[in-house]
T-cell receptor, first 115, second 110 residues
Framework: GAVVSQHPSRVICKSGTSVKIECRSL??????MFWYRQFPKQSLMLMAT?????????EQGVEKDKFLINHASLTLSTLTVTSAHPEDSSFYIC???????????FGPGTRLLVL | SQQGEEDPQALSIQEGENATMNCSYK?????LQWYRQNSGRGLVHLIL?????REKHSGRLRVTLDTSKKSSSLLITASRAADTASYFC??????????FGKGTTLSVSS
């Protein structure tokens, strides 16, 4: 099956710093990638959708200047949390879908803790 | 995009029993997908059923879809402790992102 990886799996940072999370599709070309956030005991919340080579489309309430998304290649998307605050602490999960595919494949997630 | 509503929110069963969870949605779909999430992990795709299909099997999984009632069910037969996880349905229209509800938390005890 299709494999999506994320790096790092866990990161701790100080308040005010920026953190970059990478999402890679390992065995298929991901024309569309998605970023979700999940708080403890809650469901996944879609943050943004990005198509390769285009600007990301952000969901309502998600600050595009705070959560920078880059999808420069068909196998890599990055999410940068800028000026992180403790309330940004969460589980960030990426997902990828290939051209014409119906299924979204998910990465293993990145747990971010902002101190 | 639309989210599905899973029911029940929590389900506790013994190993060997069957587990059934349901999903309802509101508007027409192209397909409906079921995912599993183990604690602290990403989502694993279980099965996709298209709008013109009524039933689909994959190993111990059986999924049904009733588009007239806008509902789906996931049956896990002969459950195992390793099936303990949260299960999410995702009703999907072509080209849109999957949106998730609260899921069903399944606990299988040995």
């Amino acid at each position: 099956g299709a494999v999506v990886s994320q790096h790092p799996s866990r990161v701790i940072c100080k308040s005010g710093t920026s953190v970059k999370i990478e999402c890679r599709s390992l065995d298929f070309q991901a024309t569309t990638m998605f970023w979700y956030r999940q708080f403890p005991k809650q469901s996944l919340m879609l943050m943004a959708t990005s198509n390769e080579g285009s600007k990301a489309t952000y969901e309502q309430g998600v600050e595009k200047d705070k959560f920078l998304i880059n999808h420069a290649s068909l196998t890599l998307s990055t999410l940068t949390v800028t000026s992180a605050h403790p309330e940004d602490s969460s589980f960030y999960i990426c997902s990828a879908r290939g051209q014409g595919q119906e299924t979204q494949y998910f990465g293993p997630g990145t747990r971010l803790l902002v101190l | 995009s639309q989210q599905g509503e899973e029911d029940p929110q929590a389900l506790s069963i013994q190993e060997g029993e069957n587990a059934t969870m349901n999903c309802s949605y509101k508007t027409s779909i192209n397909n409906l997908q079921w995912y599993r999430q183990n604690s602290g992990r990403g989502l694993v795709h279980l099965i996709l059923i298209r709008s013109n299909e009524r039933e689909k099997h994959s190993g111990r999984l059986r999924v049904t879809l009733d588009t007239s009632k806008k509902s789906s069910s996931l049956l896990i037969t002969a459950s195992r402790a390793a099936d303990t996880a949260s299960y999410f349905c995702a009703p999907n229209q072509a080209g849109t992102a999957l949106i998730f509800g609260k899921g069903t938390t399944l606990s299988v005890s040995s």
